[in-house]
């Protein structure tokens, strides 16, 4: 080999090297690169949800805030004896079929100074709200000893009166776009001045029922029906479920029959609520002729499509417990079902309750099987039992979402708000039972 030969061969490695060199570190820099686009996308997509979050609840927060509150005007009524207790005698159904409202009225217009123009009477009358007269009857039976005498009395204003006071931009618009003319506004102002108009804290809307009155209209039917339907649900969704899901995993053969069970188990967990809806219409309603509007039959079926959670999550939580806690019982003498009874289920009732939680919280929100069944009847009436006419919270969201009145607007949203809290404290709960009570093998 000459010379100028072990020259080259000598000197080609090392001229490759730096070329190797810069092209390995590009590919390192690009892989780098791409590295932190990936944390850019990942980072933007979080703060695009929570900004998104933020923005839902801050609207529903500003919308529904102002239902937290209802105006209310100050009368001096004057709750005449003759009307009330017609030849001396206080009775009760004489109480309850007074005209109320012809007092209330007589209060108003002694306060604004109205005389008999019908026209001024009927622009008055509409200040204050259709359930004043039902509002000093409850002051009355509550306390009769107030008759015949004359006391101050804090009647809900209407739905245009309470938008109004909230929304002082109205003001601003000609008096043929506004819900209230000019001396209705004066009205206000006068009685706003004389301090017979103030702001209270709206306990309607908690405890009143279905009424076409914004102002008086509230999901008190609608809660009470929706812990019936939950109570249902957790009395006929768990036992049948844990028990499902404990023979499957523990007593059923290995065959094409449980493959085919399971996979059907796993389907329904994804089918869309509407069919079960469909079910319970036609199984409970037209098969078995149960009750329309009940909460018994909103419950069971919302207890269908919570099987399918509470069996996945049970048998879940069956296989993570150890095959040592079953062989030592065994080993003791325990028999099967005492091992899986006194053993296995103990263990994994952890996960059980989570599963079942979270399916309940699931089942809480659905509208769609509801509205099947009849649960959107205008329920005013509290449900003594699961067998009455009751609505749920979800649904008397959709029926206050669809009405014209724009008053019904702040209480959507805070009904809303109502929800969201229920279904934020389930979940805590299930989560706060895991980490409770989950044992780490």
């Known amino acids: 080999m000459t010379d100028s030969t072990l020259r080259m061969s000598t000197a080609d490695p090392l001229a490759r090297t730096p070329r190797k060199l810069t092209f390995d570190s590009k ?9 932190r686009r990936f944390r850019a996308y990942g980072v933007a997509a979080i703060v695009f949800g929570l900004a998104f979050l933020v923005w839902l609840f801050a609207t529903l927060i500003l919308q529904g805030y102002g239902a937290l509150q209802q105006t209310r005007i ?38 604004l100074g109205i005389g008999s123009d019908r026209v001024a009477r009927r622009e008055a009358y509409a200040l204050m709200s259709n359930g004043a007269d039902s509002e000093l009857r409850r002051i009355v039976l509550a306390d009769p000893t107030l008759i015949g005498k004359t006391v101050p009395v804090w009647i809900s204003a209407s739905a245009d009166v309470d938008t109004f006071l909230k929304d002082q931009k109205q003001r601003q618009l000609a008096e043929d776009r506004r819900r209230l003319n000019d001396r209705q506004i004066a009205w206000i102002d006068r009685l706003t001045a004389d301090g017979r108009i103030d702001r209270q804290f709206n306990t309607a809307l908690f405890v009143n029922g279905a009424s076409s009155d914004p102002e008086q209209a509230g999901m008190g039917v609608a809660i009470v029906g929706s812990l019936y339907m939950m109570l249902v649900v957790l009395l006929t969704a768990l036992p049948v479920g844990v028990a499902a899901a404990v023979y499957l995993e523990e007593f059923a053969p290995r065959n094409r029959w449980t493959d085919l069970i399971e996979v059907n188990i796993n389907n329904l967990a994804a089918v869309p609520s ?27 079926v919302l207890s269908l499509m919570t099987l399918p959670v509470v069996i996945i999550a049970t048998r879940a939580s069956i296989k993570a417990v150890p095959p040592s806690i079953r ?59 699961p067998f009455d006419p009751a609505t749920a919270l979800p649904v008397q969201i959709y029926m206050w979402a669809g009405a014209s009145e724009r008053a019904f607007v702040e209480r959507t949203s805070a009904a809303i708000l109502i929800l969201l809290a229920f279904l934020v404290v389930m979940n805590a709960t299930a989560v706060i039972l895991r980490r409770r009570f989950e044992r780490r093998w």
């Not at 080993?331 to 079942?356: D, E």
């Open 27 to 35: 590919r390192i820099r690009a892989r780098y690169a791409a590295e």
């Open 74 to 111: 100050k009368f001096d009524v004057t709750l005449d004896r003759e009307i009330l207790a017609p030849g001396g005698t206080v009775d009760d159904t004489a109480l309850r079929t007074a005209d109320y409202t012809a007092m209330v009225r007589t209060a108003l217009r002694t306060t």
């Open 274 to 300: 509407i069919v079960f809806g469909l079910l319970g219409l036609a199984i409970f309603l037209n098969f078995f002729g149960m009750p329309r509007s009940a909460p018994v039959v909103g419950g069971l």
């Open 327 to 385: 062989e030592a019982a065994l080993g003791v003498g325990a028999s099967k079902m005492q091992v899986i009874m006194h053993h296995v289920v103990p263990l994994a009732m952890p996960g059980v309750l989570t599963g079942t939680i979270i399916g309940m919280a699931r089942a809480l929100g659905e509208t769609a099987p509801l509205l099947l069944i009849g649960m959107v009847a205008f329920v005013v009436a509290y449900p003594a039992t």
